[in-house]
């Protein structure tokens, strides 16, 4: 239950309600145990986009600067939408991967566990 | 015929007649009108007349000790300016503190001094409205005379002169121009806690003495003047805010429980302020006063917990966030300048990677840490420089719904994962940096869900620069950051190679050699 006191009647609007974002929607991603990227990036695209794009232009684009991603074995990386499990379809759009607006994917990369092993 | 002499007036009369002796009930509206501010949080005050004035200052003797110390200072910075002393900082990385500190902290001393203006309109009892006027001139103060002590770095060097239209901009300033915004736009009785308690009494000193000695240690008499000369007025506003809690705790039983959820909520917020402030004392200061773990063993866990020993008798407990600061200490700087090094492109100051001396000395300060999880990547990212790859991630960040921080913190007792945290309200997904954020987020979420999160206000359009046709068929958000940042580019990048450098260099040569 909200503690928000107030003087007068308060409703406002989320400021990243979807419809702020012209047909698109939010999405963050990060490579788990690759501190090195301080923190997931955001991209705002059409929920029609497919998901192979995700990997193949903004993940690759980010996070090819590591020496681990080279060494990737993409049959064995373990994906998570939040701290919910799941397989994404390469194929598929976001939205038919169940990725909704301000979704964070995460993805680790067993045995590959940044620099030196230091998660960074 | 005897002349009859007035009887010269006593300090405690002068300041009677002076402050509260000025104050009056009103009669054509109820004072609960004139003053609605301060019942509506559900603070109980029963008796304003039982407010100890924590200093009893009236308004000529302050204009009196200000003005000296005003003439003492300028008479300084005048001295320092005229005779070249920015030539004698230790060395010209040191400027990147200035352009950090001084191009953020003038903004919130601005957004301080508007707060106790609402505060001395808001309180209905003339001790604090006195008191809080005073603390609102100070405030103002200290907003300019930052300003005056840069103003001079700024002939010199790159990127300080654009602070003031970046402060409601620029990405990394988002979490201290949230931190007043969230203040500013609480009750009265909130803003004493978040302001005069939290920020002031239990993390000013980290703030403010790390800075001047820092400023100090490293030869920048002007800093070290313009903090020492507002440091003298803390030590008031500390005993404004303390006195303040301690008024609410006494007037009603009621008011604990609230103001127990305030003091958690103004500690964390403030904790995730700081973490820019340790990481100047760990990888921007050349000479290094203390590291921050150790400033925040001597300040917050050694003075914080002597303070709230002392409050246990109104039955106000440590912070809920307390423990998670103790285990961070040893990890938030060198997590901070990761986040900054990694975009040279995206702030007006310079960052670069600590030679191997200044990496000796961050492993001797932080044993457990240092080596096992920031040297490695360090060391791999100087070797990157080095063979002319230097790091530049070129995304936008993800941030915390709350602080604004970026989401770089980690998991708390795992310092190897990621910390994220999700609320749900009206069926949108709200993210977090922790369980302190989520559960000011869960509280007050009609608050938070009109957070100002820069990346995603480029994203919406929102962050053009003058003249940008948003409607345009090609019309892409975020092309052109650098002129809505109005960033200098001279500013930009690593240290090494920047403008600043070879400047510094040149001239310092010119004053000491022939």
Redesign the interface.
Known sequence: M??????AP?????????E???G?Q?L?V?W??H??????????LPPETPFSVIIDQ?MT??FS?H?DWKQIDWNTVVWQN??TPFTPDRNKSLKDNGI?????I?FRTPGL????G??? | MDMKVAKKLGLKERYALMTRDLAWDTTYQPMDKVFPQTTYEGIKIHDWDKWEDPFRLTMDAYWKYQSEKERKLYAILDGFNQNNGHLSVTDARYINVLKLFLGSTPPLELMAARGFSMMGRQMNGAGPRVACQMQAVDEYRHFQTQIHSISNYNKYYNGMDEFAHQQSRMWYLSDGKSFFDDAITAGPFEFMVAIGFAFEYVLTNILFVPFISGAAYNGDMAAMTVGFSAQSDEARHMTLGLECIKFMLEQDPDNLPIVQRWIDKWTWRGTRKLASVGMMMDYMLPKRIMSFKEAWEMYVEENGGALFKDLARYGITIPKCFGQTIEEKEHVTHQSWIGFYMKPQATPFHTWIPTPDEMDWLSEKYPNTFDKYYRPVLEHLDAQEKAGNRFDNKTAPMNCQVCVSTMKFNEPGDPMEMCFRESIYQGEKFHTCSDHCKEIFDNEPEKYIQTFISSHQVLQGNCEPDGTDVNAADFKPGQNMLDYWKLDKRALGDFNGSDDQKNFAAWREQATKN
């Open positions: 909200t503690m928000l006191k107030t003087l308060y409703e406002f609007k989320s400021r990243d309600a979807v702020n974002y012209k698109r939010l963050y990060n788990e145990r501190r090195m990227f301080s923190r997931p990036f955001v991209l705002a903004y684009e980010c600067y020496p939040g701290n909704g607006h301000k979704d964070l995460r566990d940044g620099i030196a230091t998660g960074y």
